[in-house]
């Protein structure tokens, strides 16, 4: 079935350094890809999307390219803030189910001063 | 903020009991599904309603069960508590266009109902 991989943490970077979270999924078909952010007491805001193969989803300094021959979706951000310290969400949506989500398992970020 | 709005935000039950959690869809949006999120983990698809009728369900048993009103809001009921239940609930609305996929990027989550079952 479809599931996504993507690395353990927490991750501690101090700021302006650069930042990879990882993630790989498995799909049927070809699916939409997504990074969700978790701030602390919140709900998940989407930070970025890639929809098709080679596409590149970016915002806020964040970027993520769907590869599929790797079936990979690693965010990056070349300069980390403090403020960017969050629980980071890889999912994919079902090509048969645009509305059903599959979640990572969250990568907590740490940015220290 | 997002226009989704869940109740209540805590919630503490014991084993065996029943549990109803409510969500209050974005403006707009005629889809809510509802998430389980336990604690280190990402959110679980439970199930979808679209027209007030369940559309597509995850892998949770049948005492996991909803509704949504012709408002579209939504409840989610839990039956015979189990100590494993404990978690945060997340519900998300979108907008589904008939039979054609909904504009993806409009999935919008609420903060959540975290239950706690002792």
């Known amino acids: 079935g479809d599931s996504v991989t993507q690395m353990e943490g927490p991750v501690t970077l101090s700021e302006e350094a650069f930042l990879t979270i990882n993630c790989t999924y498995t799909a049927t078909g070809y699916p939409s890809l997504f990074w969700y952010v978790q701030y602390p007491g919140e709900g998940l805001q989407l930070l970025l999307k890639a929809t098709k193969a080679d596409d590149k989803g970016s915002n806020k300094g964040f970027e993520a390219t769907y590869r599929k021959e790797t079936t990979s979706f690693h965010l990056e951000k070349g300069s980390v803030q403090v403020s960017d310290s969050a629980v980071y969400f890889c999912?994919?949506?079902?090509?048969?189910?645009?509305?059903?989500?599959?979640f990572g398992s969250g990568t907590k970020l740490n940015v220290k001063p | 903020e997002t226009g989704v709005t869940q109740s209540p935000t805590h919630l503490i039950k014991t084993r065996g009991q029943q549990v109803t959690l409510r969500c209050s869809s974005q403006?707009?949006?005629?889809?809510v599904s509802w998430y389980q999120q336990a604690l280190g983990q990402g959110p679980q698809f439970i199930f979808q309603?679209?027209?007030?009728?369940?559309?597509g369900r995850g892998n949770f048993p049948p005492r996991f069960s909803g509704l949504q009103f012709p408002n579209y809001s939504s409840e989610l009921n839990v039956n015979a508590l189990e100590l494993d239940d404990s978690a945060l609930y997340l519900c998300?609305?979108?907008?589904?266009?008939?039979?054609?996929?909904?504009?993806?990027?409009?999935?919008?989550f609420g903060s959540g109902t975290q239950l706690s079952v002792l």
């Open positions: 309603y679209y027209r007030e009728e369940e559309n």
């Open positions: 403006s707009g949006h005629n889809t």
């Open positions: 999912a994919l949506s079902a090509v048969y189910n645009f509305n059903k989500f599959y």
């Open positions: 998300a609305s979108s907008l589904t266009l008939g039979t054609l996929a909904a504009d993806i990027e409009k999935l919008f």
